[in-house]
């Protein structure tokens, strides 16, 4: 299960390149630009600890966190791969809300994501991922940014990714054994399964 190292590597060097741009500028709209990536979660999740931890503050929710980084106005956004350009100051702020939102919701679901995976390595089954809510980190029972999510979501996302699921011509235990280690229903397993088949 070498994927949390991955994830947790990833978080260490978003956190790395947030610190450092924020030293140089101790300026959040300035690090926002230049260090925080919307479409990684860990970014974000890095993003949103430093503020807290810099500021210290608890995010409350998005306008908290635009008062805390006084991220008011961003000029352009990506939507689907494509760069659209605010058309006045009103679109610049919907840009900066949009912005912000996405990062607050992606940060809690990485940290919620890692809190499963630490667990599938403490040696966590099916039962004990269940009892990991949403709500503890921030999240409401359904949300979405670039698909739905939930717990259930999540859970397979997790599976899929620890036990190698992803990976066609990966080494792994077959679907069944992966089920008897987990102490779950056939049906979770295969469902992890198929979220990565294309």
Do not use: C
Not at 7 to 22: F, M, R
Not at 72 to 97: C, D, M, P, S, W
């Amino acid at each position: 299960m070498a994927s949390k190292k991955v994830k947790d590597k990833h978080y260490l060097n978003s956190l790395e390149e947030i610190k450092t741009a924020y030293q140089e500028s101790k300026d959040w709209v300035d690090v926002f630009a230049t260090a925080v990536y919307n479409d990684v979660r860990e970014s974000n999740e890095a993003f949103i600890d430093y503020v807290e931890e810099v500021t210290k503050t608890k995010v409350k929710d998005v306008k908290h966190l635009q008062e805390l980084t006084e991220i008011t106005h961003i000029t352009k956004i990506y939507v689907k791969g494509k760069e659209v350009k605010a058309k006045n100051e009103g679109q610049e702020k919907e840009f900066a809300l949009k912005e912000l939102e996405e990062t607050l919701i992606g940060g809690k679901t990485s940290k919620y994501s890692r809190a499963m995976e630490t667990a599938l390595l403490e040696g966590a089954k099916y039962k004990d991922l269940l009892k990991i809510k949403p709500k503890e980190y921030g999240l409401p029972e359904k949300w979405s940014i670039y698909k739905d999510e939930d717990q259930y979501s999540t859970i397979l996302d997790v599976i899929s990714w620890e036990y190698l699921l992803i990976e066609p011509f990966a080494v792994r235990p077959d679907l069944r054994t992966i089920s008897r280690d987990l102490e779950a229903p056939y049906s979770v397993v295969l469902d992890a399964w198929k979220l990565r088949q294309y």
